[in-house]
């Protein structure tokens, strides 16, 4: 009886790094590299890391976590606000742990700014106080995005036009870096970054490109299937613990539409089209940003992606 092939080698590359927007298919091209190679798949995906939201974020399924090692899925509480910074940190020692191990590091997530810290290097911000981001978040809970946004732009004028009026998170992040160091957040991006933890140079990178229909088609019907698996409990249980609504865990695709829903504000209807909306155009973001942003990422259409990688791994 012969035996069961092992990890099939590998060239140079440290880590593989695959991006791409919401639905595309990187958890199953994360999945068979993992096990064509001996790799470890990290999370790279800044709502996938909250323990609090397992369905409406598409988390890998259990069956999918048992057939390779994840990491960093479900491991952060949902009052906490995961920093970039934070992530690195934990991103690089699980990459180290892997490399310790004999293991490929195979990052996967749709969250640009996580590959771009990880990859370019990240502005070099003091860390904000505890009591000054209590107290911010305090004052703006219950306050309109637009009115914080409104009051970003009146001290930090630059990154307030770099920003949405209704994303709440990046405008608190702004204002916290402004109250804190006495200077707008838009000159410490200026001074520059430090040095990537993990160069492009070293690594596999691939964007997943999918055609905008069918993507949409994909995403719309992912939506209905996380109701029907108990998305609707879940964010029931996150809604009963009275979090931060400025919080990230609270502004997941899904998420806000459902609580609205919960509190008797929105039909269900009329919440899973809110969610499915707000999905479609992140993902179109997600497009653009590693198209405009990522150097170094090739693009390719899921259906090609496995056999290029494997070949670039084991070239």
Known sequence: MGQAAGPAKRGKAKAVLIAGPTASGKSALALALAKRFGGVVINADS?????????????????????????????????????????????????????????????????GLY?????????????????????????????????????????????????RPNDPQRTLRALEVFVATGRPLA?????????????????????????????????????????????????????????????????????PGLIAHLAGEMSLTEAIAKGQRDTRAYAKRQETWFRHQMPGFAALPPNEALAALTAGLQA
């Open 187 to 255: 000159d410490w991006q200026q001074d520059g970054r430090g040095a990537p933890a993990l160069p492009i140079q070293q690594c596999a990178a691939m964007f997943l490109s999918v055609e905008r229909e069918p993507l949409r088609r994909r995403i719309d019907e992912r939506f209905v299937a996380m109701m029907a698996a108990g998305a609707l409990d879940e964010v029931a249980r996150l809604a009963s613990r009275g979090l931060d609504p400025a919080l990230p865990v609270m502004r997941a695709h899904g998420v």
């Open 115 to 163: 590959f771009k810290a990880l990859t370019q290097g990240i502005s070099d911000i003091p860390p904000v106080p505890d009591e000054i981001r209590q107290r911010l978040r305090a004052e703006a809970e219950g306050l309109p995005a637009p009115v914080l946004h409104q009051r970003l732009a009146a001290l930090d004028p630059v990154t307030a036009a770099k920003l």
């Open 47 to 111: 709502m996938q890391v909250y323990r609090d939201l397992q369905i409406i974020t598409a988390r890998p399924s259990t069956e999918e976590m048992a057939a390779a090692p994840h990491r960093l899925y479900g491991t952060v509480d949902g009052q906490v606000n995961f920093s970039v910074g934070r992530w690195i940190e934990a991103a690089l020692a699980e990459i180290a742990t892997a490399e310790a191990a004999g293991l490929l590091p195979i990052l996967i997530g749709g969250t």
